[in-house]
């Protein structure tokens, strides 16, 4: 279904970033986009954890060669809840009193709280997948606080209990900790006319309908599942055929497919490209 749709759809846009482009559909006029952290500070701070600066940690595999190293193209791990519990209070041990320490959230979700605000720039870990990391890793005033703690995590995790269990598992070990997203914790969210759902850490904070809502009006969608997956086809039909019946009907102005660097629009009017043979989708958003 989804390469039917692409293959009806207009010429590709680029996307620079992803979440800004689609946090306007529900927050229009919202400038600038508020960091991943300000949405999780409701669970990852409070009265009793006065943290400064909060991120997300996610965990990662890397590969080490002789001269780099990479993160797997399917290098972003999860963890069960226990596994996250274990890493945090295992992390909150070894670290205690350097004015860092780690918070569960969402179930299995790891945050990095800091004592100090922190100033650096730092990448989505999905946009450092098959790539060596130097490029991606924090910049700016605090960049390399955050570069450092992020290799003593690498080396506090080698030969982890959890790692260890995992392998017994033949499940990919966290070699590391990718800490990015951050902000002040103070950060307000502005407010949104919309809805939201899917798995991701900033967009989750804004509702998780599990369902499309009979009155839908503007909302965002974010799919871990790959398309041709057994798990495709659930997303299909939570979302994309309920979307499509919704756009034929007029309660939907635009359909819009993102994926990497490119975003497809299909709209009720007149399909001009009913002629075009759909291709892989892969090959549509220009993915190796």
Known sequence: MLERLLARAGD??????????????????????????????????SAADPAAWTCIATPVHFSAGM????????GLLSLAPGEAAALSTDFNRVFGGAGVRLSVIRGALLSCLFDDAIEATTRDPEEVAGNDVFGFQPTGPDGARL????????????????????????????????????????????????????????????????????AAGSGVVVCAEQPGSDEWLEVERRWLVPALAALRSGRLKRLDLSAADRRFSVGKGPNLRFWRRPRPWWESYGIQ
Not at 170 to 197: K, S
Request: hydrophobic residues 45%.
């Open 147 to 214: 570069r450092r703690l992020m290799s003593e995590m690498e080396m506090w995790l080698f030969d982890h209990p959890v790692n260890r269990a995992r392998l017994a598992q033949a499940r990919a070990t966290v070699t590391g900790l990718w800490l990015w997203g951050g902000g002040a914790t103070g950060e307000p969210l502005p407010p949104v006319r919309g809805w939201c759902a899917g798995q991701d850490p900033f967009f989750t904070a804004f509702g998780s309908e599990h369902e499309y809502p009979r």
């Open 12 to 45: 590709p846009s680029r996307v620079e970033d992803w979440r800004t482009e689609a946090f306007l559909v529900i927050a229009p006029g919202a400038k600038p986009l508020p960091s991943i952290a300000a949405a999780m500070v409701p669970e990852s701070a």
């Open 67 to 74: 001269r780099s190293v990479t993160m797997a193209a399917d």
